[in-house]
Protein backbone atom coordinates (compact mmCIF):
# COMPACT_ATOMS: atom_id res chain seq x y z
CA UNK A 1 0.00 0.00 0.00
CA UNK A 2 1.57 3.02 -1.49
CA UNK A 3 1.23 6.69 1.27
CA UNK A 4 2.60 9.68 1.33
CA UNK A 5 3.16 12.44 3.66
CA UNK A 6 3.90 16.38 3.37
CA UNK A 7 5.19 18.00 6.23
CA UNK A 8 6.89 21.16 6.72
CA UNK A 9 6.48 24.97 8.43
CA UNK A 10 3.21 26.14 8.16
CA UNK A 11 4.18 29.42 8.18
CA UNK A 12 7.22 31.19 6.31
CA UNK A 13 7.75 34.88 6.12
CA UNK A 14 8.36 36.13 2.91
CA UNK A 15 11.54 36.45 1.11
CA UNK A 16 12.37 33.52 3.49
CA UNK A 17 13.29 29.77 1.92
CA UNK A 18 10.38 26.87 2.53
CA UNK A 19 11.42 23.48 2.73
CA UNK A 20 9.44 20.79 2.34
CA UNK A 21 9.15 17.33 3.34
CA UNK A 22 7.55 13.88 1.16
CA UNK A 23 7.27 11.13 3.31
CA UNK A 24 6.54 8.31 1.36
CA UNK A 25 6.12 4.06 2.07
CA UNK A 26 5.00 1.55 -0.21
CA UNK A 27 7.77 1.59 -2.72
CA UNK A 28 11.12 2.74 -3.12
CA UNK A 29 12.24 5.59 -5.10
CA UNK A 30 15.50 3.64 -6.05
CA UNK A 31 13.04 1.10 -8.36
CA UNK A 32 13.40 1.39 -12.28
CA UNK A 33 10.31 3.62 -13.02
CA UNK A 34 9.01 5.52 -10.07
CA UNK A 35 9.00 8.78 -9.11
CA UNK A 36 7.54 11.75 -7.11
CA UNK A 37 6.11 15.19 -7.43
CA UNK A 38 4.53 17.99 -5.98
CA UNK A 39 1.88 20.05 -6.66
CA UNK A 40 0.31 23.04 -5.02
CA UNK A 41 -3.21 24.99 -4.82
CA UNK A 42 -3.83 28.19 -3.83
CA UNK A 43 -6.80 28.67 -1.58
CA UNK A 44 -9.72 28.99 -4.15
CA UNK A 45 -7.20 28.25 -7.10
CA UNK A 46 -6.34 25.41 -9.44
CA UNK A 47 -3.89 22.40 -9.00
CA UNK A 48 -0.28 23.51 -10.12
CA UNK A 49 2.64 21.49 -10.87
CA UNK A 50 5.64 21.98 -9.38
CA UNK A 51 8.40 19.63 -9.50
CA UNK A 52 9.04 16.16 -10.34
CA UNK A 53 12.36 13.36 -9.67
CA UNK A 54 12.80 10.51 -11.18
CA UNK A 55 14.21 6.90 -9.79
CA UNK A 56 17.34 8.37 -11.94
CA UNK A 57 17.42 11.58 -10.24
CA UNK A 58 16.37 12.89 -13.21
CA UNK A 59 14.60 16.63 -12.14
CA UNK A 60 11.65 17.91 -14.29
CA UNK A 61 10.59 21.54 -13.18
CA UNK A 62 7.65 24.37 -13.94
CA UNK A 63 9.35 26.40 -16.10
CA UNK A 64 7.55 29.70 -14.45
CA UNK A 65 8.93 28.56 -11.13
CA UNK A 66 12.25 26.94 -12.20
CA UNK A 67 14.75 29.11 -11.02
CA UNK A 68 12.87 29.50 -6.88
CA UNK A 69 12.88 25.24 -6.60
CA UNK A 70 14.80 22.35 -5.88
CA UNK A 71 13.81 18.62 -5.38
CA UNK A 72 16.18 16.31 -4.06
CA UNK A 73 15.54 12.62 -2.94
CA UNK A 74 16.98 10.26 0.28
CA UNK A 75 16.78 7.48 -1.14
CA UNK A 76 17.34 5.63 2.21
CA UNK A 77 15.02 7.43 4.05
CA UNK A 78 12.54 7.12 1.37
CA UNK A 79 11.62 11.24 1.74
CA UNK A 80 11.95 13.60 -1.02
CA UNK A 81 12.17 17.42 -0.40
CA UNK A 82 11.35 20.41 -2.20
CA UNK A 83 12.37 23.92 -2.11
CA UNK A 84 11.19 26.84 -2.73
CA UNK A 85 13.11 30.13 -2.25
CA UNK A 86 12.11 34.02 -2.13
CA UNK A 87 8.47 32.93 -0.36
CA UNK A 88 5.90 35.41 -0.97
CA UNK A 89 2.26 35.57 -0.27
CA UNK A 90 0.83 34.59 -3.79
CA UNK A 91 2.85 31.60 -2.49
CA UNK A 92 0.32 30.29 -0.19
CA UNK A 93 -1.05 27.28 -0.71
CA UNK A 94 -1.58 23.48 0.21
CA UNK A 95 1.40 21.75 -1.21
CA UNK A 96 0.44 17.98 -2.13
CA UNK A 97 3.28 15.05 -3.23
CA UNK A 98 2.27 12.79 -5.12
CA UNK A 99 3.36 8.96 -6.52
CA UNK A 100 4.05 9.08 -10.35
CA UNK A 101 2.20 6.20 -11.91
CA UNK A 102 4.44 3.42 -13.47
CA UNK A 103 4.81 3.47 -16.78
CA UNK A 104 4.41 5.72 -19.53
CA UNK A 105 3.65 9.44 -18.66
CA UNK A 106 3.47 11.31 -15.44
CA UNK A 107 0.13 11.31 -13.94
CA UNK A 108 -0.26 10.50 -10.15
CA UNK A 109 -1.96 7.90 -8.77
CA UNK A 110 -1.32 8.40 -5.39
CA UNK A 111 -1.54 11.82 -3.44
CA UNK A 112 -0.57 13.06 -0.02
CA UNK A 113 -3.54 14.86 1.83
CA UNK A 114 -1.58 17.98 1.58
CA UNK A 115 0.04 20.44 3.71
CA UNK A 116 -1.11 24.10 4.20
CA UNK A 117 1.57 26.63 4.09
CA UNK A 118 1.09 30.91 4.67
CA UNK A 119 3.46 33.42 3.58
CA UNK A 120 2.68 36.25 5.60
CA UNK A 121 4.93 38.29 8.16
CA UNK B 1 3.69 25.85 -22.46
CA UNK B 2 1.13 23.67 -23.34
CA UNK B 3 -2.52 25.16 -21.59
CA UNK B 4 -5.44 23.34 -20.70
CA UNK B 5 -8.95 25.26 -20.85
CA UNK B 6 -11.78 23.26 -19.04
CA UNK B 7 -15.39 24.17 -19.86
CA UNK B 8 -17.68 24.46 -17.91
CA UNK B 9 -16.05 26.34 -14.70
CA UNK B 10 -18.91 25.21 -12.54
CA UNK B 11 -21.87 23.03 -13.52
CA UNK B 12 -25.06 22.42 -11.29
CA UNK B 13 -26.69 19.01 -11.02
CA UNK B 14 -28.91 16.70 -9.43
CA UNK B 15 -28.04 13.19 -8.14
CA UNK B 16 -28.52 10.74 -11.56
CA UNK B 17 -27.80 13.50 -14.14
CA UNK B 18 -25.60 12.81 -16.89
CA UNK B 19 -22.48 15.12 -16.31
CA UNK B 20 -19.53 16.27 -19.11
CA UNK B 21 -16.71 18.06 -18.52
CA UNK B 22 -14.31 19.43 -21.18
CA UNK B 23 -10.94 20.33 -21.34
CA UNK B 24 -8.97 21.11 -24.19
CA UNK B 25 -5.04 21.40 -24.64
CA UNK B 26 -3.45 24.42 -26.67
CA UNK B 27 -1.37 21.85 -28.84
CA UNK B 28 -2.04 18.16 -29.52
CA UNK B 29 -1.03 16.17 -26.50
CA UNK B 30 -1.95 12.56 -28.13
CA UNK B 31 -3.67 10.75 -25.08
CA UNK B 32 -1.47 12.01 -22.04
CA UNK B 33 -4.06 13.32 -19.95
CA UNK B 34 -5.75 12.61 -16.71
CA UNK B 35 -8.77 13.29 -14.97
CA UNK B 36 -8.41 14.33 -10.75
CA UNK B 37 -11.22 14.28 -7.90
CA UNK B 38 -10.69 16.73 -5.70
CA UNK B 39 -12.42 17.41 -2.10
CA UNK B 40 -11.62 19.28 0.50
CA UNK B 41 -9.30 17.77 3.32
CA UNK B 42 -8.66 14.52 1.12
CA UNK B 43 -5.92 13.28 -0.38
CA UNK B 44 -6.70 14.10 -4.58
CA UNK B 45 -8.42 11.33 -6.48
CA UNK B 46 -7.18 9.65 -9.99
CA UNK B 47 -10.43 8.81 -12.10
CA UNK B 48 -9.04 8.44 -15.38
CA UNK B 49 -5.57 8.08 -16.82
CA UNK B 50 -4.41 8.07 -21.02
CA UNK B 51 -7.31 10.06 -21.67
CA UNK B 52 -10.01 6.87 -21.49
CA UNK B 53 -8.13 4.16 -18.57
CA UNK B 54 -10.35 3.78 -15.47
CA UNK B 55 -8.24 4.38 -12.17
CA UNK B 56 -7.73 1.32 -9.90
CA UNK B 57 -11.01 1.51 -7.65
CA UNK B 58 -12.93 3.96 -9.86
CA UNK B 59 -16.56 3.55 -9.97
CA UNK B 60 -17.34 2.50 -14.14
CA UNK B 61 -20.28 5.42 -14.13
CA UNK B 62 -16.86 7.77 -14.66
CA UNK B 63 -15.54 7.59 -18.48
CA UNK B 64 -12.79 9.53 -20.00
CA UNK B 65 -12.63 9.89 -23.89
CA UNK B 66 -10.79 12.03 -26.67
CA UNK B 67 -7.25 12.51 -27.98
CA UNK B 68 -5.34 15.69 -29.49
CA UNK B 69 -6.83 18.50 -28.11
CA UNK B 70 -10.13 17.69 -27.17
CA UNK B 71 -11.05 15.18 -24.08
CA UNK B 72 -14.24 14.82 -22.27
CA UNK B 73 -14.84 13.63 -18.69
CA UNK B 74 -18.57 11.98 -18.14
CA UNK B 75 -20.12 10.92 -15.02
CA UNK B 76 -23.03 8.80 -16.25
CA UNK B 77 -25.81 8.93 -13.28
CA UNK B 78 -24.10 11.65 -10.50
CA UNK B 79 -24.17 10.13 -7.19
CA UNK B 80 -23.72 12.15 -3.71
CA UNK B 81 -20.23 11.70 -3.64
CA UNK B 82 -19.70 12.95 -6.80
CA UNK B 83 -19.97 16.82 -5.81
CA UNK B 84 -16.72 17.66 -6.11
CA UNK B 85 -14.14 19.51 -8.34
CA UNK B 86 -12.21 17.97 -11.30
CA UNK B 87 -9.08 18.73 -12.48
CA UNK B 88 -7.51 17.46 -16.23
CA UNK B 89 -3.89 17.15 -16.42
CA UNK B 90 -1.59 16.64 -19.68
CA UNK B 91 1.53 14.62 -18.91
CA UNK B 92 4.43 13.88 -20.54
CA UNK B 93 7.81 13.24 -19.63
CA UNK B 94 9.27 16.68 -19.60
CA UNK B 95 6.51 18.79 -18.14
CA UNK B 96 2.55 19.04 -17.18
CA UNK B 97 -0.06 21.46 -16.76
CA UNK B 98 -3.45 21.15 -15.08
CA UNK B 99 -6.99 22.70 -16.16
CA UNK B 100 -8.44 25.60 -14.37
CA UNK B 101 -11.17 22.76 -12.79
CA UNK B 102 -14.67 21.94 -12.57
CA UNK B 103 -17.20 21.85 -9.15
CA UNK B 104 -19.94 19.95 -9.66
CA UNK B 105 -22.21 21.55 -7.11
CA UNK B 106 -25.74 20.02 -6.45
CA UNK B 107 -28.50 22.19 -8.15
Known amino acids: QITLKESGPTLVKPTQTLTLTCSFSGFSLSTNGMGVGWIRQPPGKALEWLALIYWDDDKRYSPSLTSRLTITKDTSKNQVVLTMTNMDPVDTATYYC?????????????WGRGTLVTVSS | DIQMTQSPSTVSASVGDRVTITCRASQTINDWLAWYQLKPGNAPKLLIYKASNLGSGVPSRFSGSGSGTEFTLTIRSLQPDDFATYYCQQYNYYSQTFGQGTKVEIK
Open chain 1, 98 to 110: AHRAYGSGSYYDY
